[in-house]
């Protein structure tokens, strides 16, 4: 095969930056939450954040898969869509700097941007300019790459705009036929809510492997707790896995059920944790690795972008994988908190 | 009188990153030198030193020597002309936050740039994006403003495009008529050689204060020493200033010479040092200080921001200033180097 997965997602630029509470209020932010913002507004943000800006890099849910990914020594290609100017010429660079292919479609327009604003108490402000990327179209797919990878991984972000949606759908399709294994993350419990109907459906036709955390999976399967939604979701794909924080994640095929526990690490910030959780399972899944060792080098990926800042590891302990791989037990390489 | 000085330059808004000799190359820059940038070279480059930005704040020659005498004590009004966007916000702000009125044209488009890139051995390389400061207009002249200041201050880097030489032709007719002084900076050696004759039929005509480097002095009047040049232009104008970097500066008005020491400071980056020495100048000009006095207050000035990186002083030691101000010696204020 020639790529372990061909990833579909949203082409957001992250812009992070240091600010303060004030400037928040003044770009009328709340703290710890995530707004969409228009072209205008992001035109006037950026340039009042300048010299405050720590970090410039291709980023946006499906990205942060692939370049974890990459980091375990899996291959990967992205597709998505970008703009003309100089952000989406970055975000390819990015993306290829970091070994993955790019198959980026591109149009007249701003590429995607997410500026990430971390205030002194570490807290993380995220206003999200979509911008092409929600021009996505089944022309952008490299179809050929698609049907010689592993595995196909798309994001429910992706339901939010008519296009992309049918590109993805156009794409699940061409997997099923060409015998790609299809993965599917929730997202995002308000987009599970919007488009509840079509994603069971999705995924009972299209999707092998579906992953979301415990308040996705409950709204989706309308069950209280992670158990009964992790029975429902494996009744409707191969294998459903559902995180649950700092209690771990549940990884259910058929009837067998991995109760994966976390890594006790001290929390930090959580952004980007399921991001690394699917890279995880998407090496173990993709290496052919049993499931409960797929799922603890999961659970230890994610450990590690919680102990930190930012969506992702600067430097992954590949040895702490490697132990793992061999079957090794998830408290030996857990550092303690 | 409103204000002291009523200023016109570009209005460029500087954004200075600490950048690699590797990046200035893939820029195609060479170390040291300024060049003239296209919109689309700026686009390209911002975007790729977003997380090296140190500062972004409205610069340009005039400006910052408005905002040096703004520092002095002393009151201002800037006109310039600016795009629609956010640099040009910001740029009309920052000049506001500084006590200055920012009296700015606009018009659809982008606000001129000026990129500083600083090289790890202090080198200090521009790029500069004229954008929309090269459509200064006659209607854009704050006149009323105009006429309530002591002083018009002009650079001869707006001889290079006609509608801007047009208006501070304009400008400066309407400060003869009000008696309102005019002083003007040769800006660039290069500026000078392209404008001679006209510059010189202006000078004769309109300028009360001259204001240039020795090689600029020295290119206007076809001499070969300062001394010589200061002669010249001094039967030009009212006031002839002279500059000579570490060799000090000469004030001449009719066959009265004022030979000013220069500070003996560590010379860090000369940038700014031509536009810091004008802002004492002007400081003391318009204070009706006699013109020993001000020539030591503006080497003063320039000797401080020679001591340190980029083109302004983030705190003037007004004690000092006060010192000179009474009379005192320059070698009693100047740090040692």
């Not at 228009?38 to 006037?44: M, N, S």
Request: charged share 20%; hydrophobic share 40%; glycine share 10%.
């Amino acid at each position: 095969m020639r790529y372990d997965v061909f990833g579909m997602c949203n082409a957001l630029f992250d812009i992070q930056a240091e600010v303060t509470e004030a400037q928040l209020r003044e770009m009328g932010l709340t703290k710890g939450a995530m707004v969409l913002i228009d072209q205008e507004q992001q035109r006037r943000m950026v340039p009042r954040i300048y010299s405050q800006i720590v970090n410039a890099e291709p980023g946006g849910s499906g990205a942060n898969t692939l370049i974890g990914l990459a980091q375990l020594g899996g291959t990967g290609c992205y597709t998505s869509h970008v703009g003309d100017d100089e952000h989406g010429q970055l975000y390819r660079e990015g993306l290829e700097a970091r070994g993955i292919r790019a198959c980026l479609g591109s149009s007249p327009g701003e590429t995607g941007i997410c500026l990430v604003l971390i205030t002194p108490d570490a807290q993380r402000t995220l206003a999200t300019f979509l911008g092409r990327s929600q021009n996505l179209r089944l022309e952008d797919l490299c179809l050929e790459d698609l049907q010689a990878s592993r595995y196909l991984y798309a994001t429910a972000y992706l339901w939010d705009t008519p296009c992309q949606k049918e590109t993805v759908q156009a794409a699940m399709g061409v997997a099923n036929a060409a015998g790609v294994r299809v993965a599917l993350s929730l997202s995002d419990p308000f987009c599970v809510t919007r488009h509840r109907d079509e994603l069971l459906d999705l995924i009972r036709t299209h999707v092998d492997v579906l992953f979301g955390n415990q308040t996705e999976a409950e709204v989706l399967t309308d069950t209280d707790n992670p158990h009964d939604a992790a029975r429902v979701l494996a009744e409707f794909s191969d294998v459903a896995v559902v995180t649950m924080d700092a209690r771990g994640s549940l990884i259910r095929q058929g009837a067998v059920v991995h109760e994966i526990p976390a890594c006790a690490v001290k929390a930090v910030d959580t952004t980007g944790a399921g991001d690394m959780y699917a890279a995880g399972l998407l090496y173990g899944l993709t290496q052919g690795l049993p499931l409960d060792v797929t799922g603890r080098i999961a659970s230890y990926c994610a450990a590690q972008v919680v102990a930190q800042i930012g969506p992702r590891v600067d430097a992954l302990n590949l040895d702490a994988v490697r132990h793992l791989r061999a079957g090794g037990s998830l408290f030996e390489v857990c550092p303690p908190p």
